[in-house]
């Protein structure tokens, strides 16, 4: 390659790398140097190693990946993600498989490996089923912050809790007590018996309602599964409340699952007598807080997740940010967190939602 | 040559459709193009697809079909994951699953010849109910530590370039067309797969070969359990759920006929191969997962309808009209429909 | 379809005929296992004989028993049909988002997810009649290919039935009779289709077709024109269950429905439609869909494991199957001997 061939390469790709033009763009600038094909082929592949060591005005790439695409809760936090790229000067990228497709999410990382990433920002089906691939991301610099469902510590960076699992617990039976406050028979419901998140949740329960004698008038009889499917959900309640005549409460940390029983419950005429609550979405549950059939549930704001977990990544990934156990960390419109035991933090932004309080704006936020 | 065309005629199709896949996939991400990469990602994304599609292959051939292979991955990746724990020696835990998997497809073989049901219906039912077994065995819990020698087969890379799951793969689709085109076997399912009934009157026991194909399904289910375990490092009664319709168009790309009788075992691999690059093309290239869903399932259906289409167009073009109520009714392959 | 019992009467062998006539009766099997399914439960529990579970097994049933006669209709002409699941989603979705956008024009949009289905049935007979495309391939491909539509359509957001106009929730929650509106649409959908597949002349075609396809333009019927009607109803019930499927969870979401096609085989299978065609009624095929929703409920009363329930789902199907080719060979048998007799 001539000198001059050398000088339009180096600009083309660094134009490229930039952002500042696109790909057509790039080969339509090599080609018109007379570089040959397989000149500019070699140079393609290069380039995707070479971003590692391009400019440092480039911004960096964040890998969005919820634990499927086409609902809701991850929207949101895609957008909060968005904010927080936008405000640090970042790019996200937004990709994951349509259904809970444990190998899919895999593969999915798996496409995200050769394109070097910055950072990854991960919901994970499988605690353990994508650690060969993160580590391998971790072994070539890339930050992974996992949100809403971790994998095992060798996997990741950091692990964003919702709150601590105490503090989840607190927020349902609070719900709970505020749909009835008497208490009485209750129903764990769960997606699968093998999701780490509600694992650690029901325990937290059981905990919880051992050693406060507030909650000590809830009394769980069953856990059952509804995989997480508007409609197990509804014949999965239904047929809970006919076994259990008596039954109060159904308490769930699943957003799919709460908004279908409470129509089970509208359904079967038996709004005032049972209860479903825990977490839900508030767009899916404004009817049954209008019309009484839940009083109260509780969330935090999908938003304000993804904000925080891309915030972290980015931060990490340029150093900023270290994860050793006691590190404080102060993230705008959040405030300060700590980073505890297993590089854990948290966002503790626990939230009520009741008649009048229907939206993100209107929530309660909860005092722990 | 043009004899040589006409009868490998799809296979040069599907090595076209490889390359003009791989030029679009180079072109969507500067990614695409390098050795390491595409070797890493056709192990990550074709390993345990193209084992079970090798087992569905005789099934296909015969004139059946299997779907409760990826409830038998299943099943074996619990056991092989049980075996781990119990720090059993791979010389055990290895036969031991493949036997286990080579018996519940032969379970399957006996139930559709036994009582001349229908493959579908029959496997429909085992599915569900090996799929019982691995919850029963495994739990709700999930397997997560193994022996290292356990991941082996799933992850490990020869001379650090070739990984030992695509080698597997290769050594496993050669075996199977030497089974297939050049055993007496192979002939013999060939020809029960192009018509029943005069293979049966020829003497040929046909309940055994098909039984016998339904054990290859199932070993071959268990080898792709044991690639499974190296790859994810994890084992839940829940694997594997989702797999049923990449196998199911890798095979039927692969120029199988899903009548049974037709097809040759090569053009398998090469149709797994470029399942395998456009996938890694769309991820590469951050494409929105509705649409990769979309895209497989167009493959799917176009990779069936365009012969079809070519021989209505042939038929037309010969100026006879589509629809001969006076045909004879057995057609050259003894199928009624 | 009696007419062999008939005849056999005629000529003096009454025995023959009932017994031919019992084995062609499909129906009376699964009603069987399901008396036997209550008989069970109720041993078990007696919380499970009440009305108002019974009620729940209805409400919960009814829109499994629409997908059911629905796919009945496929698999009595010797076909599949795997893209249900999809269709529900792509159908609801779509047509509740029209609803919403038009809430003036009042219940006659009702139709729109029906006839939404009805263009997807159209696809998968155009494939499966027209391009003789084997059905098991086309319609797994059209099931990934609806629900990517769907997805797409969707675009990450959700539909709430709040946003819906009332007259959709009347429709869903309203009660005839003290029965529930889904049950009784249900079961109008059985009745019809069940008389329809009798003593229309698309229904006899269809059981002709899958009784014996080769014989079909022996009859003068054109066979692609029969199966391409099939899949069109199949498409316009599954729209119709769409409707209802979604105004029940209380909001509708692309993932509807997953694996709603395995469940709908196994209650047609079990409901004694042959999977070999031409046997079998859509009222077997909604009875096998109750006796599915009977064992879930009853094993959820029981507080049995998924283990139990998923066991016995995959035994029932096999069992099923085996018992379906014992009563064809058994009447082929007779039916032999029929042949016989009256030749003497």
């Given amino acids: 390659m001539t000198d001059k061939q050398q000088y339009l390469r180096d600009y083309a790709v660094r134009e490229w790398v930039a952002g500042r033009t696109s790909r057509r763009t790039l080969l339509r600038q090599l080609l018109g140097a007379g570089i040959s094909l397989p000149a500019i082929a070699a140079i393609l592949a290069e380039s995707g190693i070479a971003i590692g060591a391009a400019d440092a005005a480039r911004p960096l790439r964040i890998f969005n990946v919820p634990k499927f695409t086409g609902f809701v809760y991850f929207e949101l936090a895609k957008a909060g993600g968005a904010k927080a790229c936008k405000e640090l000067g970042a790019q996200q990228i937004y990709v994951g498989t349509t259904t809970a497709d444990v190998e899919g999410q895999v593969q999915v990382l798996q496409n995200i490996l050769p394109q070097h990433p910055d950072g990854i920002v991960l919901a994970s089906l499988d605690l353990n089923a994508p650690v060969p691939v993160l580590r391998r991301a971790l072994s070539e610099g890339t930050v992974v912050v996992t949100f809403d469902a971790d994998v095992a510590p060798a996997g990741r960076t950091l692990f964003v809790n919702m709150a601590p699992f105490k503090v989840q617990a607190k927020a349902m039976l609070e719900s709970a007590l505020a749909n009835a406050p008497e208490g009485g028979k209750s129903i764990w419901i769960a997606p699968t018996p093998t999701v780490a998140n509600f694992i650690s949740q029901k325990k937290a329960l059981d905990e919880l309602i051992a050693s406060e004698p507030r909650y000590r008038s809830i009394r769980f009889i069953d856990t059952l599964y509804a995989n997480d499917d508007p409609e197990k959900s509804y014949s999965v309640g239904s047929s809970a409340m006919q076994a259990h005549p008596d039954l109060k409460l159904f308490i769930t940390g699943s957003g799919i699952s709460n908004p279908a029983i409470n129509k089970a419950i509208q359904d079967t005429g038996r709004a005032g007598k049972v209860f479903s609550t825990g977490f839900a979405l508030p767009s899916t549950m404004k009817t049954f807080l209008e019309d009484g059939t839940c009083k109260q549930f509780a969330l935090w704001s999908p938003f304000q997740y993804g904000y925080m977990a891309t915030y972290c990544a980015i931060l990490l990934k340029s150093g900023k940010m270290k994860t050793a156990p006691g590190t404080r960390i102060s993230i705008p419109s959040i405030g300060e967190r700590t980073i505890g035991e297993g590089a854990v933090t948290n966002l503790s932004e626990m939230v009520f939602f009741t008649k009048g309080h229907e939206d993100f704006d209107t929530a309660i936020p909860m005092r722990s | ?337 | 379809m009696n007419s062999s019992a008939e005849a056999a009467t005629a000529i003096g062998a009454p025995r023959l005929g009932r017994r031919i006539a019992l084995l062609q009766n499909r129906v009376l099997g699964v009603a069987a296992f399901l008396v036997l399914l209550v008989v069970f439960f109720s041993l078990l529990d007696p919380r499970f004989a009440s009305l108002a579970n019974a009620d729940t097994i209805a409400l919960n049933g009814s829109v499994l028993v629409i997908v059911a006669c629905g796919e009945a209709i496929v698999v009595l002409t010797r076909n599949y049909d795997l893209s249900v699941g999809s269709i529900v989603a792509l159908a609801s979705y779509v047509g509740l988002d029209v609803v919403r956008l038009h809430p003036g024009i009042g219940p006659s949009l009702a139709l729109v997810p029906v006839l939404i289905g009805g263009a997807c049935g159209m696809v998968n007979g155009a494939l499966v009649a027209y391009a003789n495309v084997p059905s098991v391939i086309a319609t797994l491909g059209t099931m990934s290919i609806f629900r990517g539509l769907a997805y797409l359509y969707a675009g990450g957001n959700q539909i709430n039935v709040k946003d819906l106009p009332p007259w959709v929730v009347d429709i869903a929650s309203s009660h005839l009779f003290g029965l529930s509106g889904l049950v009784v649409t249900a079961f109008l959908v059985v009745v019809l289709i069940g008389l329809g597949l009798r003593y229309l002349r698309t229904g006899r075609q269809i059981y002709a077709i899958g009784s014996n396809p080769a014989a079909v333009p022996f009859y003068g019927l054109r066979g692609p024109g029969i199966i391409f009607r099939a899949y069109v109803l199949t498409g316009l019930l599954t729209g119709l269950a769409a409707f209802l499927f979604g105004v029940r969870a209380g909001y509708i979401v692309p993932y509807l429905a997953q694996g709603l096609e395995l469940t709908a085989l196994a209650a047609v299978v079990v409901g004694g439609v042959s999977v070999l065609g031409g046997s079998g009624n859509v009222v077997g095929a909604a009875i096998g869909a109750l006796a599915l929703a009977t064992i879930n409920n009853g094993l959820i009363l029981l507080g049995a494991s998924d283990f139990t329930r998923q066991f016995i789902e995959g035994a029932a199907i096999v069992v099923a199957v085996i018992v379906d080719a014992i009563i064809q060979a058994r009447l082929r048998e007779l039916l032999r001997t029929l042949r016989r007799r009256r030749a003497s």
Wanted: charged share 10%; aromatic share 8%; net charge positive.
């Fill in chain 2, 1 to 337: 040559m043009t004899r040589l065309l006409y009868r490998f005629g799809w296979e040069v199709l599907l090595v076209v459709l490889i390359l003009v896949a791989g030029t679009v996939a180079s072109l969507l991400s500067p990614y695409y193009l390098s050795v390491g990469q595409i070797g890493y990602s056709l192990q990550q994304s074709v390993a345990v697809v193209g084992t079970v599609a090798a087992g569905l292959v005789p099934v296909i051939l015969v004139g059946e079909i299997d779907i409760s292979q990826a409830a038998i991955l299943a099943l074996g990746n619990i056991l092989f994951a049980q075996c781990s724990s119990m720090g059993l020696p791979l010389a055990v835990a290895i036969p031991g699953t493949l036997l286990l998997c080579a018996g519940l497809g032969a379970l399957n073989g006996i139930l559709v010849t036994a009582f001349a049901l229908p493959s579908l219906a029959v496997t429909l039912g085992t599915m569900e109910a090996y799929r019982a077994f691995a919850l029963l065995i495994g739990g709700h819990g999930e397997y997560a530590s193994f022996g290292a020698a356990y991941l082996w087969l799933g992850s490990a890379m020869i001379g650090k370039v070739l990984p030992a799951s695509l080698v597997l793969v290769v050594v496993i689709f050669a075996a199977l067309t030497f089974t297939m085109h050049r055993t007496l076997f192979g002939r013999l399912v060939y020809a029960t797969g192009s018509g029943v009934k005069a293979t049966a009157m020829s003497g040929v026991r046909v309940n055994r070969v098909k039984i016998i194909t339904f054990a290859i399904a199932g070993v071959m289910a268990g080898l792709g359990s044991l690639v499974y375990i190296g790859q994810y490092e994890s084992a839940r009664a829940d694997n594997a759920s989702d797999i049923l319709l990449l196998v199911v168009t890798v095979v039927v790309l692969g120029g199988i006929d899903i009548f049974g009788g037709r097809g040759n075992v090569p053009g398998v691999l090469l149709a797994l191969v470029l399942i395998g690059t456009a996938r890694n093309g769309m991820g590469l290239a951050n494409t929105p997962g509705p649409v990769q869903t979309l895209v497989i399932g167009t493959v799917l259906v176009v990779s069936v309808l365009l012969p079809q289409l070519l021989r209505l167009g042939r038929a037309f073009a010969r100026q006879r009209r589509f629809v001969q109520p006076l045909q004879p009714i057995i057609s050259e392959s003894g199928r009624t429909r």
